[in-house]
Nanobody
Framework: QVQLVESGGGLVQPGGSVRLSCAAS????????MHWYRRPPGKQRELVAS???????TYADSVKGRFTISRDNLKSSVYLQMNSLNAEDTAVYYC?????????????WGQGTQVTVSS
């Protein structure tokens, strides 16, 4: 059974930092592209950051220079370091694993972790 379990969310003050973790089980994440999405209150889910199987990273414009995605395949984990947080970063953050092969695709979502930026 595949599981993605996020952790590290919580309440953080504006300007603060938090590190999210996503622990995967049941899959070999080294073969997966890994992503962090978020769903702000009352808004649609949006892609925040991605890291490919070979380690290339991309970011949403709104988080460039503030967030860093990384992976540790030996620990089957993906991380999102978030700095200089502001109220607009308040959201439920989700980990997403994706792999495409031939005409097929395998993908999995975590349950999400809440990040609230407030004083």
């Amino acid at each position: 059974q595949v599981q993605l379990v996020e952790s590290g969310g919580g309440l953080v003050q504006p300007g603060g930092s938090v590190r999210l973790s996503c622990a995967a089980s049941g899959i070999t994440i080294s073969t997966y592209h890994m992503h962090w999405y978020r769903r702000p209150p009352g808004k649609q889910r949006e892609l925040v950051a991605s890291i490919t199987a070979d380690g290339s990273t991309t970011y949403a414009d709104s988080v460039k220079g503030r967030f860093t995605i990384s992976r540790d395949n030996l620990k089957s984990s993906v991380y999102l370091q978030m700095n200089s947080l502001n109220a607009e970063d308040t959201a439920v953050y989700y980990c997403y694993a994706e792999k495409r092969y031939g005409l097929g695709r395998a993908d999995y979502w975590g349950q999400g972790t809440q990040v609230t930026v407030s004083s």
